[in-house]
């Protein structure tokens, strides 16, 4: 059992999809443990001054088999799931029933990236600049993020025998440089300002327009709140629609 906001289990789901879903490819490591959670949603009341979920549409779930809240008077529990009723016998009876949150401080405007011409005047648009200043590429964004999946593996052999070891799955961050290096040093995106382009594009608009269904991001906030250089996910989001108001309106 997991206790979890509703954006955090709308991050399994796009996981999941990643994970479990990409192409036909099952990742059994993911599978074989995610199919033994179950989620108990805690009551949430908005978040604080980095969270967006109802803008991205992730501040309700049904996946849960409990609901909680906490409260100075102790914890409230919603059984749904029948299965976890007998822990509950002999409690005292409450009315008690989960309310998502419908309205956040922030508000995020996904920009509309439909058009073929925008999104390629939006990869050479000043918009992204500022982050070659800004952004010291540690990749703290990306490990902090409910829905990033990227990873690498490494190779762990013990001194003291060498023929036994481990291959691990180690987190990888598309933030750090060299994350797309490949043979003979060639980089795709070797400025903070392309791999930052990449990250926001990734989150609003390429998952989408792959699985179809959702944006990647969740607006849990947690990037922004681990950021060193105070750098916002929301605000990014935010000028980057606003540049892509601007190339519409010299486009047409
Ligand atoms: S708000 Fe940031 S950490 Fe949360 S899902 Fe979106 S990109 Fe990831
Ligand atoms: S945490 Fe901030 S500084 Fe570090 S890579 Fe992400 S955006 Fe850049």
Known sequence: MLLARPCDINAQRVQGRIYAGNGGYDDLYYSRIRELVKFAVMDCNGGDDTCFCVSMGTNRTDDYALAMKFSQDGLQVQVVDEEFSSYFEGMP?????????????LKVTVPDLSDKNIRKALKSHPVWQEYNSRCISCGACTIACSTCTCFTTRDVIYGDNPEVGERRRVSASCQIAGFDQMAGQKEFRSSAAERMRYKVLHKFYDYKARFGEEHMCVGCGRCTRRCPELISISATVNKV???VDEIRAALD
């Open 93 to 105: 009876q409450a009315e008690y029933t989960h309310a998502f949150v419908e309205e956040n401080e």
């Open 241 to 243: 629609s606003a540049a």
